[in-house]
């Protein structure tokens, strides 16, 4: 089976993917957007990282909560109610116009991430409830192939778009964007599911935090797929935007332009990756990661000759995410779907609101872009050993 096969026979998987792209395609208007907004404001570096790092936080706090919230509810419905306060709080972002509005977009941020918080772990919950294992390997890689796209697309036509027509025009067409998702979203149809409405809420919790907690291999898994968490750049590009590359592009055009050389690295990798990749190789996978991190830094000295770090960048990063996010799926048990998989988001974004933070803190304090991002390549190199070293106690 492949991706095509998968889209063709099942109506559900095409109506999530179709949705999937249209709005996480509107989503990075939206996020350009806002750190345009920011660069245009001329806010303070604190600033674009507290963004950054709000745009993670949500998934972070509430990750238990979300957990149980996904396991009592209908999916449809969920899905559906998520969505559509997304909508709202993305509208609301054209009232933020002067940086002492910012209070307002921070709020807006962590309420939009909120429910899109919500949404992923109903969609991926339900994967798993819905596919056999291979299809669910190959929906997680489509999943990771259509975020790549979209966000290709998406950040390549944003810029453009941004310095034609402006921020507020933007948030509007994600709104649009959105609408149109909802329209294909009604018309899932999923079987019924016992939903777990008469288990008390934090007894929930507590059961599905101790089973985390003492299932090793599930714990180990989390961690391992947490550290492609530490790819979210948006606080790094953004600081090559205002200050390395400010005199080449405008901001915006240099924010879409390396975001999206990057993404068509994420769309391109799982697609050549996903024949070969398995537990025995998943060591190199972390450490081509690593290694392609380290080329970027060398590189970032041009901003066009950073495009060749970029690809290496990302090339192994939605492979990574994709393989070993369907091993903790294979792994955790049925009843516990919602849960591991809100707790898996949690420390996942943990680790991406930590170095959104962790990037502005090092930058303020001297450090040169390039040896921040070496550095994080240096992580993934730690990585690899840690997957070798769980390979051989646990499989």
Request: with cysteine.
């Amino acid at each position: 089976m492949n991706y095509i096969e998968l889209l063709k026979n099942n109506k559900n998987i095409r109506i999530l993917a179709s949705v999937q792209f249209i709005v996480y395609f509107g989503a990075w208007f939206s996020q350009t957007g806002v750190f345009t907004l920011l660069v245009e404001l001329n806010a303070p570096t604190w600033a674009t990282a507290t963004s950054a790092m709000l745009a993670f936080l949500p998934g972070v706090l509430l990750a238990p909560i979300n957990g149980v919230i996904v396991e009592k509810n209908k999916p449809k419905k969920l899905l559906l109610s998520m969505i559509s306060i997304e909508l709202i709080s993305i509208f609301c972002l054209i009232f933020v116009t002067s940086l002492s509005m910012l209070w307002l977009l921070f709020i807006l941020i962590f309420i939009r991430l909120c429910v899109a918080s919500i949404y992923f772990q109903a969609e991926m919950s339900l994967l798993a409830k819905i596919l056999t294992p291979q299809e669910l390997k190959l929906a997680n890689e489509m999943h990771s192939v259509i975020w790549a796209i979209s966000y290709t697309a998406g950040m390549a036509s944003a810029g453009i778009f941004i310095y034609f027509l402006g921020v507020k025009t933007t948030f509007l067409f994600d709104c649009i964007l959105i609408l149109i998702g909802i329209s294909f979203l009604v018309r899932l149809s999923i079987p019924d599911f016992h939903q777990k409405t008469q288990s008390r809420f934090f007894t929930m919790i507590k059961e599905g935090f101790f089973y985390v907690l003492n299932n090793k291999i599930i714990f180990h898994l989390i961690l391992l797929h947490a550290f492609i968490g530490l790819t979210a750049y948006e606080t790094l590009v953004t600081l090559l935007a205002q200050h390395q590359y400010k005199e080449v592009l405008s901001a915006a055009l240099v924010i879409g332009f390396l975001n999206a050389v990057r993404a068509c690295s994420l769309a391109i990798g799982p697609m050549v990756l996903s024949k070969f990749i398995n537990d025995k190789n998943l060591f190199y996978m972390y450490l081509g990661q690593g290694l392609g991190i380290i080329l970027w830094a060398l590189t970032q000295f041009n901003f066009y000759i950073s495009f060749l770090g970029l690809i290496g960048a990302g090339f192994f990063t939605s492979a990574l995410w994709a393989y070993t996010y369907t091993m903790i799926q294979k792994n955790a048990d049925k009843e516990y779907h919602g849960r591991v998989i809100a707790y898996t988001d949690m420390i996942y974004l943990s680790f991406s609101a930590i170095i959104s933070m962790l990037m502005g803190f090092l930058f303020e304090i001297g450090l040169s872009l390039e040896l921040i991002t070496g550095l994080l390549g240096m992580i993934f190199i730690f990585a690899a050993f840690y997957w070798k070293w769980f390979y051989k106690k646990y499989l």
